[in-house]
């Protein structure tokens, strides 16, 4: 299993990034893939998932402003954050499983999300 995240950055509260995920090692279109977060001291939280049938579910603390997708054909997951808030900071990670059940050797490296005035 290989997860690669990209597309952080830091930036001012109130714009936008995309973040995308490439996956390989797994046939991603039979999973459920989720997007999680850590920030600086804190467990991963997770942030927002869409299931094989492009269903998309969102913690309550982005729900309104992060909009989940995936395109199957190049295995690759988004999450595209806008309003971003200086408590949506912290390192975003992908995953195919739910957060308790990913094996430490299955997390990509994450990509840093730093939003700050």
Known sequence: ???MESGGG???????????????????????MNWVRQA???EREWVASINT??????SDSVKGRFTVS?????????????SLKTEDSGMYYCAHRR??????????????VTVSS
């Open 10 to 32: 830091l930036v001012q509260p109130g714009v936008s990034l995309r973040l995308s995920c490439s996956a390989s090692g797994f046939i991603f279109d039979m999973y459920h």
């Open 70 to 82: 995936r395109d199957d054909a190049k295995r690759t997951l988004y999450l595209q954050m806008d």
């Open 1 to 3: 299993v290989q997860l």
């Open 40 to 42: 600086p001291g804190k």
């Open 99 to 112: 957060i308790e059940k990913m094996a430490p050797s299955e997390w990509g490296p994450g990509t840093q």
């Open 53 to 58: 049938g492009h269903r998309a579910f969102y």
